[in-house]
């Protein structure tokens, strides 16, 4: 078995057996890696609590025919502040799922790795506007994977969106906006409130930690995010862990 190092983000951790975990991480060099600590859950157990999930590990593992095994981990940010917090878990949860369902392939992304950190750092450095922030992340996610939306023009006539009056609307199936005349291209299109592109296209093109909707503006957004990913994400029906192979 090959023996490797990286920092990763325990994206998720399941009860197995009498005191073990199995664990998913999105790591700085392998992308997701599922793998098993052993004894964990015993009290005296040499990982403590250092394998929660969202915190970032210095992981060693040998790697596995169908899992990983843990031989040792250093936490490097605990985030607690994320995992204390209601709104914050709350996004954090969101955004772990958007990377799960959007890691297919074979190789990891160091881009994927950097902007979940950064994300959850901006979670937990303010006290508000955390679904701002999960909005940003899931588009930004999107645009890494290929899945960008179209925000510039109606998926259907291809008008530009600029100046456009009346309502709009968004089309998941289609993977973009849909102007009041094309609305009928897709019965899943749902209408945007006033505003919501122009938030949207702020989220894409600023840095995570500048992430901020008005208010009203959060949950239309959110709405577009979720939907898109629904659509679009190669392992959005599939969420089981699915391990990585890394060479000898």
Same mark, same amino acid.
Request: with cysteine; hydrophobic share 40%; aromatic share 6%.
């Given at each position: @078995?090959?023996?490797?190092?990286?920092?990763?983000?325990?994206? &998720?951790?399941?009860?197995?057996?009498?005191?073990?975990r199995?664990?998913? +991480?999105?790591?700085?060099?392998?992308? @997701?890696?599922?793998?098993?600590?052993?004894?964990?859950?015993r009290t005296r157990?040499?990982?403590?609590a250092?394998?929660e999930?969202?915190?970032?590990?210095?992981? @060693?593992?040998?790697?596995?025919r169908?899992?990983?095994?843990?031989?040792?981990?250093e936490?490097?940010? =605990?985030f #607690?502040?994320?995992? *204390?917090?209601?709104?914050?878990l709350?996004?954090a949860? !969101? @955004?772990?799922?958007?990377?799960r369902?959007?890691?297919?392939?074979?190789?990891?992304?160091?881009?994927?790795f950097? +902007?979940?950190?950064?994300?959850?750092e901006?979670?937990?450095?303010?006290?508000a506007?955390?679904k701002s922030?999960e909005?940003?992340?899931?588009?930004?996610l999107?645009?890494?994977?290929?899945?960008a939306p179209e925000?510039?023009?109606?998926?259907?006539?291809?008008? =530009?969106?600029e100046?456009?009056?009346?309502?709009?609307?968004?089309?998941?199936?289609?993977g973009?906006?849909l102007?009041?005349?094309?609305?009928?291209?897709?019965?899943?299109a749902? %209408?945007?409130?006033?505003?919501t592109?122009f938030?949207?296209r !702020?989220?894409? !093109?600023? %840095?995570v930690?500048q992430?901020?909707?008005? *208010?009203?503006l959060?949950?239309?957004?959110?709405?577009v995010?979720?939907? #898109?990913?629904?659509? #679009?994400? %190669?392992?959005?029906? !599939?969420?089981?862990?699915?391990? &990585?192979?890394?060479?000898?």
């Open positions: @078995m090959a023996l490797y190092k990286s920092k990763g983000i325990v994206l &998720r951790s399941i009860r197995y057996g009498e005191a073990d199995i664990l998913d +991480l999105y790591t700085h060099d392998y992308g @997701m890696v599922s793998a098993i600590a052993k004894g964990i859950r157990s040499r990982f403590g250092r394998l999930p969202l915190s970032c590990v210095d992981v @060693m593992a040998y790697s596995g169908s899992l990983d095994t843990v031989t040792q981990a936490v490097l940010r =605990s #607690h502040g994320v995992r *204390e917090h209601l709104g914050r709350e996004a949860g !969101s @955004m772990v799922r958007n990377v369902a959007l890691s297919g392939g074979d190789e990891g992304d160091r881009r994927v950097n +902007l979940l950190y950064r994300s959850l901006t979670l937990e450095e303010r006290g506007g955390f922030v909005a940003a992340f899931g588009l930004k999107a645009t890494l994977a290929g899945y925000l510039e023009a109606c998926m259907s006539c291809g008008a =530009s969106l100046g456009t009056e009346g309502l709009l609307y968004y089309a998941p199936v289609l973009g906006i102007c009041a005349d094309c609305r009928a291209e897709t019965a899943e749902f %209408p945007l409130p006033p505003g592109l938030g949207l !702020s989220l894409v !093109s600023g %840095p930690k992430a901020v909707l008005e *208010e009203r959060e949950e239309s957004a959110r709405r995010v979720g939907a #898109h990913i629904l659509a #679009h994400a %190669p392992a959005a029906t !599939s969420l089981e862990p699915r391990p &990585r192979v890394r060479p000898a």
